[in-house]
Structures are given as C-alpha cells and as structure tokens.
C-alpha cells in the first residue's frame, strides 16, 4: 500500500511570506496529524484531524497557522506570514483510528530567512 | 508540552555491542511506542507496548515498561552500523484528547 504522501519536500521563504504543505496520508486512514519538528528536537503536535474534523490544536500558533483536510483525505497546512523560527521539518502522520502506529511522510523542511 | 523525556540524549557504541535507551514519561498513559528517525527522513515505527505489558521483543528489539515508574526502555541488541539513527519514545496519555506526545529522542552512533 502507498505511504504517506507529503509534497513539497523543501521550499525556502523570506521571513513575512507564506507557504502551504500538503498531505495525502494512507487510504483509509481517518486520523491524521500535523507535526512540527524543529532541529534536534523531538516531533511537536500542532493538529490532529479525525475525518475532517479537528480533535486537538492546542499548540497551533492559530495567528499565523491554519490547517484544513478536504472531505477527509487530504491536508494542507498553511503559515502566512511565517517567521524565521518557522524553520522546521512538517510532519503528516495518519492512523486507521486513534491510538495505535503512527504512519509518517518523510516530512517538508522549511527554511525561513 | 513534552511527556517523554529520553536519556541519553546520545550515544555512541561499537558495533556488535548492545544499546539501550531510557523513557521517562509523567502522566498515566494507554500505550508506549518506540519510533526510530534516519537523518532527514520520517519516523517509522518500531514497537508499541501496552500499559498492562511489561516486556516486550521484536527482532532484536526489547522493550519493557514499569508504569509505577513511569518509565521505559529500549534495547538493541548486536548493533549495526544501519541502526544509527535517532529514536524517539511516545506516549498515549488516558485523560485528554488521545494525541501522541513525542520525547526529545536519543541520538545513537553506531561505530563500524
């Protein structure tokens, strides 16, 4: 079965501009996840969809972040205007349910100068 | 917020020898999973172990859990070089929304 599918794998920004990361997680999972990951550092939970419903965005900087997921497949995450400590790898990760393996992409490193 | 917490936070053995990782984690949990993370890919799970189970193996992974400690570890047996790589533990917490809470992970070398 195809992985998780995140597209683009890198993009440089200047710091005030904006950016989307999309993501097509496995089929037939209900459950996807949005991570930040910044260097050195372990995965940060920004948002986690259920279908397309939104189970959890505490950490999501709502000011400059927003995320949807189209009739519950696919994501995309957006930051406008991003700032320099946006720089990070954006991780999806999708699940058939909640709890249970996480399936990840190879993730959208983000450089912002 | 950060659950995990990893120790070491890196490692350096020779090959062929055994490394073991160590999770602490605070609040009560459903499960406990192991991720591995090769520089500038995705994580890819290894192993997910239960609040009642206390050991458990895969390959030559072993993972046990003492939930009176909240802890966890993470051993590899007979290292090779292809396991160098840095490893995450994540935890499931029962109370509040059923999200994946990651550590700050353990760095491990593993020298030819």
């Known amino acids: 079965e195809a992985g998780v599918a995140q597209s683009p794998r890198y993009k440089i920004i200047e710091k005030r501009q904006s950016v989307a990361f999309w993501c097509n997680p496995i089929?037939?999972?209900?459950?996807l996840y949005w991570y930040q990951q910044i260097l050195g550092q372990g995965p940060k939970l920004l948002i986690q969809?259920?279908?397309?419903?939104?189970?959890?965005d505490s950490q999501l900087p709502k000011d400059r972040f927003s995320a949807e997921r189209l009739k519950g497949v696919d994501s995309t995450l957006k930051i406008q205007p991003a700032k320099l400590e946006d720089s990070a790898v954006y991780l999806c990760?999708?699940?058939?349910?909640?709890?249970?393996?996480?399936?990840f992409g190879e993730g959208s490193r983000l450089t912002v100068l | 917020s950060q659950q995990g917490e990893e120790d070491p936070q890196a490692l350096s053995i020779q090959e062929g020898e055994n490394a073991t990782m160590n999770c602490s984690y605070k609040?009560?949990?459903?499960?406990l999973q192991w991720y591995r993370q090769n520089s500038g890919r995705g994580l890819v799970h290894l192993i997910l172990?239960?609040?009642?189970?206390r050991e458990k193996h895969s390959g030559r992974l072993r993972v046990t859990l003492d939930t009176s400690k909240k802890s966890s570890s993470l051993l590899i047996t007979a290292s090779r070089a292809a396991d160098t790589a840095s490893y995450f533990c994540?935890?499931?917490?029962?109370?509040?929304?059923?999200?994946?809470?990651f550590g700050q992970g353990t760095r491990l070398t593993i020298n030819p």
């Open positions: 990760a999708s699940t058939r349910g909640l709890g249970g393996e996480l399936f």
């Open positions: 089929s037939g999972h209900a459950t």
């Open positions: 969809f259920q279908n397309n419903g939104v189970v959890d």
């Open positions: 609040t009560s949990i459903n499960n």
């Open positions: 172990i239960r609040s009642n189970e």
């Open positions: 994540a935890t499931d917490r029962i109370q509040g929304a059923q999200k994946l809470v």
